[in-house]
């Protein structure tokens, strides 16, 4: 372990600063792990990035976190999507792209997600980057993610798409990114985002649109793009 920067080396102290850090950034080194229940008391964080480490995720006093609006931890070796994001209400951002042995591979349905909430608890959430990892399918409780604009899923295993994918952002979605993944099909769902501007599906295994992709060309001028 030579030369990595372990969680034993950053004192627990660190949580003297819960009520006037808003900012910490540590990305680009080789943590292992955070402290727990340091990283806790951290109150009044706002942006936390924690990109390219060695991380397998947040410690359970992440939940603690309510004051989050970004939490970047791509390039990690997150297996799994934690519970405790769904608690930050003020979330905005969150980036767990892959890029290590360990990535995504799947994402819990809203039962698993109930005591804090489900997808529905991340209320304020504008953008998801869930790109280079291992999904091969999304679950349907992302209809509840009311406030999405921006969905990154590019690199992955996606075979299908769920069928409520136009409730997502309340139809709102502006941005979908499906680039490099195993789709045979759109669903119908789709062709209800009537405010996006930018759908990728390069390098997929199409072999149609969805027979309502007729209605694209009815779209009102103000949900065009000028």
């Known amino acids: ?40 008391k951290l109150v009044s964080l706002k942006h936390l990035d924690l990109a390219f480490n060695r991380l397998p ?5 992440a939940a603690n976190l309510k004051s989050l609006e970004t939490v970047l931890l791509k390039g990690n070796f997150v297996g799994d999507f934690s519970s405790c994001f769904c608690g930050m209400h003020s979330l905005k951002l969150l980036d767990l792209q892959g890029g290590n042995s360990s ?38 409780g992302f209809r509840r993610l009311k406030s999405l604009r921006r969905l990154f899923l590019q690199n992955n295993a996606l075979e299908k798409l769920p069928t409520s994918l136009g409730l997502v952002g309340a139809g709102c979605l502006v941005e979908l990114r499906l680039k490099n993944n195993r789709l045979t099909h759109l669903p119908d769902g789709i062709c ?3 405010a996006l501007e930018v759908l990728d599906v390069e390098n997929n295994r199409l072999e149609a ?10 779209v009102p001028p103000r949900h065009r793009r000028s």
């Open 192 to 194: 209800g985002l009537l």
């Open 1 to 40: 372990a030579a030369g990595w920067l372990l969680a034993e080396s950053w004192d627990e102290s660190i949580g003297s600063l819960g009520h006037s850090l808003e900012t910490l950034i540590l990305n680009n080194n080789n943590l292992l792990e955070l402290p727990d229940p340091g990283l806790g």
């Open 103 to 140: 990535r995504i591979a799947s994402l819990p349905d809203s039962s698993e997600l109930k005591r804090t909430g489900g997808y529905g608890g991340l209320a304020s959430l504008r953008e998801l980057k869930l790109g280079n990892n291992w999904l091969t399918s999304l679950p349907s």
């Open 57 to 61: 995720g947040l410690p359970a006093c």
């Open 209 to 218: 649109l969805p027979p309502a992709s007729a209605r694209w060309e009815r």
